[in-house]
Protein backbone atom coordinates (compact mmCIF):
# COMPACT_ATOMS: atom_id res chain seq x y z
CA UNK A 1 0.00 0.00 0.00
CA UNK A 2 2.71 2.08 0.74
CA UNK A 3 4.18 2.09 -2.90
CA UNK A 4 1.01 2.26 -4.43
CA UNK A 5 0.90 5.72 -2.53
CA UNK A 6 4.19 6.78 -3.04
CA UNK A 7 3.82 6.14 -7.09
CA UNK A 8 0.60 8.47 -6.72
CA UNK A 9 2.51 10.90 -5.53
CA UNK A 10 5.53 10.55 -7.78
CA UNK A 11 2.96 10.72 -10.46
CA UNK A 12 1.56 14.20 -9.03
CA UNK A 13 4.92 15.60 -8.72
CA UNK A 14 5.85 15.02 -12.30
CA UNK A 15 2.23 16.70 -13.26
CA UNK A 16 3.05 19.64 -11.66
CA UNK A 17 7.04 19.96 -13.28
CA UNK A 18 5.47 19.29 -16.45
CA UNK A 19 2.87 22.35 -15.14
CA UNK A 20 0.24 20.91 -17.33
CA UNK A 21 -2.32 23.22 -15.89
CA UNK A 22 -1.02 26.49 -18.09
CA UNK A 23 -1.00 24.55 -20.95
CA UNK A 24 -4.09 23.39 -20.54
CA UNK A 25 -5.82 26.74 -19.65
CA UNK A 26 -4.14 28.19 -22.86
CA UNK A 27 -5.68 25.44 -25.11
CA UNK A 28 -8.90 26.24 -23.35
CA UNK A 29 -8.73 29.58 -24.42
CA UNK A 30 -8.42 29.70 -27.80
CA UNK A 31 -10.67 26.89 -28.03
CA UNK A 32 -13.14 28.62 -26.68
CA UNK A 33 -12.77 31.74 -29.07
CA UNK A 34 -13.21 29.22 -32.32
CA UNK A 35 -16.78 27.76 -30.32
CA UNK A 36 -19.21 30.51 -32.04
CA UNK A 37 -17.64 29.72 -35.31
CA UNK A 38 -17.53 26.15 -34.68
CA UNK A 39 -21.24 26.30 -33.86
CA UNK A 40 -21.76 28.42 -37.02
CA UNK A 41 -20.12 25.76 -39.12
CA UNK A 42 -22.08 22.90 -37.88
CA UNK A 43 -25.07 24.94 -38.18
CA UNK A 44 -24.03 25.92 -42.06
CA UNK A 45 -23.63 21.89 -42.35
CA UNK A 46 -26.63 20.73 -41.08
CA UNK A 47 -29.09 21.88 -43.44
CA UNK A 48 -27.48 19.87 -46.41
CA UNK A 49 -28.19 16.53 -44.26
CA UNK A 50 -32.25 17.54 -44.54
CA UNK A 51 -32.46 17.77 -40.16
CA UNK A 52 -34.58 20.53 -40.04
CA UNK A 53 -33.99 23.25 -37.90
CA UNK A 54 -36.68 22.22 -35.41
CA UNK A 55 -35.03 18.96 -35.21
CA UNK A 56 -31.86 20.91 -34.13
CA UNK A 57 -33.71 22.74 -31.54
CA UNK A 58 -35.28 20.08 -30.12
CA UNK A 59 -31.75 18.34 -29.57
CA UNK A 60 -30.43 21.30 -28.19
CA UNK A 61 -33.46 21.38 -25.61
CA UNK A 62 -32.38 17.78 -24.87
CA UNK A 63 -28.82 17.88 -24.10
CA UNK A 64 -27.84 21.34 -23.72
CA UNK A 65 -27.40 23.30 -20.42
CA UNK A 66 -30.27 25.91 -20.26
CA UNK A 67 -27.24 28.39 -19.91
CA UNK A 68 -25.87 27.52 -22.98
CA UNK A 69 -29.59 27.12 -25.00
CA UNK A 70 -30.21 30.63 -25.82
CA UNK A 71 -27.00 31.22 -27.12
CA UNK A 72 -26.56 28.15 -29.61
CA UNK A 73 -30.49 28.97 -30.80
CA UNK A 74 -29.81 32.39 -31.72
CA UNK A 75 -26.64 31.17 -33.46
CA UNK A 76 -28.55 28.52 -35.69
CA UNK A 77 -31.24 31.16 -36.30
CA UNK A 78 -28.54 33.32 -37.97
CA UNK A 79 -26.96 30.80 -39.89
CA UNK A 80 -30.21 29.35 -41.51
CA UNK A 81 -31.39 32.24 -42.86
CA UNK A 82 -27.29 33.85 -43.73
CA UNK A 83 -25.72 34.00 -46.93
CA UNK A 84 -23.84 31.18 -48.29
CA UNK A 85 -20.54 32.91 -47.32
CA UNK A 86 -21.12 31.66 -43.75
CA UNK A 87 -19.97 28.46 -44.64
CA UNK A 88 -16.23 29.26 -45.53
CA UNK A 89 -15.66 32.02 -43.28
CA UNK A 90 -17.15 29.86 -40.41
CA UNK A 91 -14.28 27.04 -42.16
CA UNK A 92 -11.58 29.84 -41.69
CA UNK A 93 -12.16 30.98 -38.15
CA UNK A 94 -12.91 28.12 -36.45
CA UNK A 95 -9.65 26.29 -38.07
CA UNK A 96 -7.27 29.24 -37.57
CA UNK A 97 -8.47 29.60 -33.79
CA UNK A 98 -8.78 25.93 -33.12
CA UNK A 99 -5.14 25.75 -35.25
CA UNK A 100 -3.59 27.86 -31.62
CA UNK A 101 -5.26 25.55 -29.04
CA UNK A 102 -3.27 22.67 -30.33
CA UNK A 103 -0.37 24.73 -31.16
CA UNK A 104 -0.73 25.17 -27.40
CA UNK A 105 -1.46 21.58 -26.79
CA UNK A 106 1.22 20.25 -28.76
CA UNK A 107 3.73 22.82 -27.06
CA UNK A 108 2.29 21.10 -23.50
CA UNK A 109 2.60 17.39 -24.64
CA UNK A 110 6.53 18.12 -26.07
CA UNK A 111 7.26 19.56 -23.05
CA UNK A 112 6.02 16.57 -20.92
CA UNK A 113 7.86 14.09 -22.95
CA UNK A 114 11.04 16.20 -22.37
CA UNK A 115 11.56 16.72 -26.13
CA UNK A 116 15.41 17.77 -26.51
CA UNK A 117 14.31 20.54 -28.82
CA UNK A 118 11.26 22.15 -30.08
CA UNK A 119 10.06 21.80 -33.80
CA UNK A 120 9.94 24.40 -36.39
CA UNK A 121 7.11 27.30 -35.92
CA UNK A 122 6.11 26.53 -39.77
CA UNK A 123 6.16 22.28 -38.61
CA UNK A 124 3.79 22.96 -35.61
CA UNK A 125 1.65 25.20 -37.19
CA UNK A 126 0.79 22.62 -40.12
CA UNK A 127 0.50 19.41 -37.45
CA UNK A 128 -1.97 22.06 -35.64
CA UNK A 129 -3.85 22.22 -38.54
CA UNK A 130 -3.96 19.33 -39.66
CA UNK A 131 -5.08 18.13 -35.99
CA UNK A 132 -8.20 20.49 -35.88
CA UNK A 133 -9.05 19.67 -39.04
CA UNK A 134 -9.39 15.79 -38.35
CA UNK A 135 -10.78 17.08 -34.87
CA UNK A 136 -13.86 18.89 -36.51
CA UNK A 137 -14.47 16.18 -38.25
CA UNK A 138 -14.15 13.46 -35.59
CA UNK A 139 -16.69 16.48 -33.22
CA UNK A 140 -19.15 15.83 -36.06
CA UNK A 141 -19.32 11.88 -35.91
CA UNK A 142 -19.60 11.66 -32.39
CA UNK A 143 -22.03 14.57 -31.98
CA UNK A 144 -24.13 12.55 -34.54
CA UNK A 145 -23.48 9.17 -33.24
CA UNK A 146 -24.43 10.89 -29.59
CA UNK A 147 -27.26 13.28 -30.44
CA UNK A 148 -28.93 12.85 -33.87
CA UNK A 149 -28.95 8.81 -33.64
CA UNK A 150 -32.52 8.35 -34.21
CA UNK A 151 -33.08 10.94 -37.24
CA UNK A 152 -29.87 9.52 -38.54
CA UNK A 153 -31.25 6.05 -38.48
CA UNK A 154 -34.53 7.61 -39.90
CA UNK A 155 -32.74 9.01 -42.76
CA UNK A 156 -30.73 5.98 -43.91
CA UNK A 157 -33.57 3.91 -43.22
CA UNK A 158 -35.19 5.44 -46.34
CA UNK A 159 -33.20 5.81 -48.28
CA UNK A 160 -30.50 3.12 -47.97
CA UNK A 161 -32.26 0.23 -46.20
CA UNK A 162 -29.77 -2.27 -46.92
CA UNK A 163 -26.89 -0.77 -44.51
CA UNK A 164 -29.77 -0.16 -41.88
CA UNK A 165 -29.33 -3.21 -39.73
CA UNK A 166 -25.70 -2.37 -39.29
CA UNK A 167 -26.15 1.21 -38.48
CA UNK A 168 -28.59 -0.39 -35.98
CA UNK A 169 -25.65 -2.33 -34.10
CA UNK A 170 -23.65 0.57 -34.52
CA UNK A 171 -25.54 2.83 -32.75
CA UNK A 172 -27.04 0.40 -30.24
CA UNK A 173 -23.14 0.54 -29.10
CA UNK A 174 -22.50 4.08 -29.89
CA UNK A 175 -20.71 4.73 -26.61
CA UNK A 176 -18.50 2.15 -26.75
CA UNK A 177 -17.99 3.39 -30.65
CA UNK A 178 -16.96 7.11 -29.11
CA UNK A 179 -14.60 5.51 -26.95
CA UNK A 180 -12.70 4.04 -29.73
CA UNK A 181 -12.92 7.19 -31.64
CA UNK A 182 -11.46 9.82 -29.05
CA UNK A 183 -8.55 6.62 -27.85
CA UNK A 184 -7.60 6.85 -31.86
CA UNK A 185 -7.36 10.41 -31.88
CA UNK A 186 -5.67 10.62 -28.42
CA UNK A 187 -2.92 8.02 -30.14
CA UNK A 188 -2.25 10.02 -33.15
CA UNK A 189 -2.09 13.27 -31.48
CA UNK A 190 0.29 11.76 -28.82
CA UNK A 191 2.30 9.86 -31.73
CA UNK A 192 2.24 12.52 -33.84
CA UNK A 193 3.97 15.35 -31.89
CA UNK A 194 7.46 16.02 -33.31
CA UNK A 195 10.44 14.97 -31.88
CA UNK A 196 9.00 12.22 -29.77
CA UNK A 197 10.06 8.91 -30.85
CA UNK A 198 8.12 6.48 -28.61
CA UNK A 199 6.30 2.79 -29.60
CA UNK A 200 2.81 3.55 -30.05
CA UNK A 201 2.29 0.23 -28.27
CA UNK A 202 3.14 2.45 -25.22
CA UNK A 203 0.97 5.24 -26.37
CA UNK A 204 -2.13 3.32 -25.71
CA UNK A 205 -2.55 3.35 -22.04
CA UNK A 206 -2.71 7.28 -22.23
CA UNK A 207 -4.76 7.26 -25.33
CA UNK A 208 -7.24 5.07 -23.64
CA UNK A 209 -7.61 6.68 -20.32
CA UNK A 210 -7.88 9.98 -21.84
CA UNK A 211 -10.47 8.45 -23.70
CA UNK A 212 -12.20 7.10 -20.93
CA UNK A 213 -11.71 10.30 -18.37
CA UNK A 214 -13.21 12.37 -21.60
CA UNK A 215 -15.97 10.11 -21.87
CA UNK A 216 -17.04 9.86 -18.06
CA UNK A 217 -16.34 13.57 -16.92
CA UNK A 218 -18.56 15.09 -19.76
CA UNK A 219 -20.98 12.73 -19.01
CA UNK A 220 -20.65 13.98 -15.11
CA UNK A 221 -20.27 17.24 -15.71
CA UNK A 222 -23.57 17.68 -18.37
CA UNK A 223 -25.28 15.89 -15.42
CA UNK A 224 -24.03 18.84 -12.79
CA UNK A 225 -24.86 21.53 -15.31
CA UNK A 226 -28.30 20.05 -15.70
CA UNK A 227 -29.43 20.53 -12.14
CA UNK A 228 -26.93 23.24 -10.95
CA UNK A 229 -29.07 26.47 -10.11
CA UNK A 230 -26.72 28.99 -10.92
CA UNK A 231 -29.25 30.88 -13.50
CA UNK A 232 -28.58 33.97 -11.29
CA UNK A 233 -25.21 34.32 -12.35
CA UNK A 234 -26.80 34.41 -16.04
CA UNK A 235 -24.40 34.91 -18.96
CA UNK A 236 -21.31 34.98 -17.37
CA UNK A 237 -22.62 31.40 -15.51
CA UNK A 238 -22.00 30.31 -19.55
CA UNK A 239 -18.74 31.70 -20.49
CA UNK A 240 -17.56 30.09 -16.79
CA UNK A 241 -19.20 26.72 -17.89
CA UNK A 242 -17.94 26.81 -21.21
CA UNK A 243 -14.43 27.53 -20.27
CA UNK A 244 -14.48 24.81 -17.46
CA UNK A 245 -15.25 22.78 -19.32
CA UNK A 246 -13.01 22.77 -22.16
CA UNK A 247 -9.90 23.76 -19.62
CA UNK A 248 -10.51 20.22 -18.30
CA UNK A 249 -11.19 18.28 -21.72
CA UNK A 250 -7.68 20.03 -22.18
CA UNK A 251 -6.46 18.95 -19.14
CA UNK A 252 -7.24 14.98 -19.24
CA UNK A 253 -4.87 15.68 -23.24
CA UNK A 254 -2.26 16.19 -21.45
CA UNK A 255 -3.30 14.02 -18.23
CA UNK A 256 -2.84 11.50 -20.79
CA UNK A 257 0.73 12.15 -22.30
CA UNK A 258 1.81 12.05 -18.83
CA UNK A 259 0.46 8.92 -18.10
CA UNK A 260 2.39 7.64 -20.88
CA UNK A 261 5.50 9.21 -19.92
CA UNK A 262 5.47 8.19 -16.07
CA UNK A 263 4.71 4.47 -17.27
CA UNK A 264 7.68 5.01 -19.78
CA UNK A 265 10.20 6.39 -17.22
CA UNK A 266 8.91 3.24 -15.10
CA UNK A 267 9.59 0.94 -17.56
CA UNK A 268 13.13 2.47 -18.09
CA UNK A 269 13.94 2.45 -14.23
Sequence with gaps: MKKFFNTINKFMT????????????ASAFYMFMSLVPFVALLTA?????????????????????????????????????????VLPLSILFTIWLSSRAFFTLIRGIEDIFH??????????????????????????????LMVFSKEIYGLINIHLPAISPALSLLLKFRFVV??????????????????????ILHLIPGAAAAAGMWLLFTWLFSLFIRYANYSTYGSLATIVISLLWMYWCMYIILLGASINQFIRKAHEE
Design 14 to 25: EISEDNINAHAA
Design 115 to 144: SPKYSSFFRRTVIACFYTVGMIAIAIIVLA
Design 45 to 85: IIPYTGLSQETLFDAVERYMPDALQAIIESVVTDIYFASGA
Design 178 to 199: AFLILAIVFLAIYKGVPGIKIK
